[in-house]
């Protein structure tokens, strides 16, 4: 009895707070177009310039947060498509605001290379992995759309099986990371 006393004391507690304050929500769409800069590695095939292409889809609290699921393209070692929640921070004080976003999730590949014309010597079978790109950037607001500019870190894992033909199964993991600076334009309704 006293759970029960207690959950609905809770319940109109909680219902008294959120009709003080009335949350408004808003969608949007943010489409990037960027690029990753890095050191170029000729070991392991590491390219000095990435581009990139992404879009967000999600929804504002409050003019204030933003939630999104995000895809892109991006051709690093092999061609991967970042799959991603995007969290940002708006601060809409001003009319050219600033703001904060990370992005988290996992860039997928379902790729398969022979390493020469014949697959003689074994294919790359390529998984993907995660991907980090925490950024910050300015919003230039105009009456239709914003336009936003932004600068931050990108961390990408990229994992490869290699099976090597005419053997009991051999096979072995290839492991990539890149960490490289991304910058990023874009327009956001």
């Known amino acids: 009895m006293k759970h029960i006393l207690l959950f609905v004391l809770s319940f109109f507690y909680i219902s008294n707070l959120t009709a003080q304050k009335e949350v408004t929500v808003s969608y949007f769409n943010q ?78 590949s379902n790729s398969e290379k022979k390493l020469n014309n014949y697959g003689y010597y074994g294919e790359f079978n390529h998984k993907g992995g995660l991907m980090v790109n925490p950024e910050i950037g300015v919003r230039f607001r105009t009456p239709t759309f914003d336009i936003t500019l932004s600068a931050g870190y990108r961390f990408q894992r990229l994992k490869s099986d290699i099976a090597q033909p005419n053997t009991t199964n051999y096979s072995y993991h290839h492991e990539v990371e890149y960490n ?7 327009i956001m309704f």
């Not at 970042?82 to 996992?106: M, R």
């Not at 490289?180 to 874009?186: D, E, H, K, M, P």
């Open 31 to 108: 489409t990037q177009l960027g690029f990753f800069i890095g050191e170029e590695s000729e070991d392991n095939n590491q390219k000095a310039l990435i581009p990139s292409f992404q879009t967000i889809n999600g929804v504002r609290f409050d003019e204030k947060f933003g939630l999104g699921i995000g895809i892109g393209v991006e051709p690093f070692e092999y061609l991967v498509i970042p799959v991603f929640v995007s969290g940002t921070l708006f601060f809409d004080q001003l009319k050219n605001a600033p703001y904060l976003a990370i992005k988290a999730g996992h860039a997928f």
């Open 180 to 186: 490289r600076i991304s910058f990023a334009i874009g």
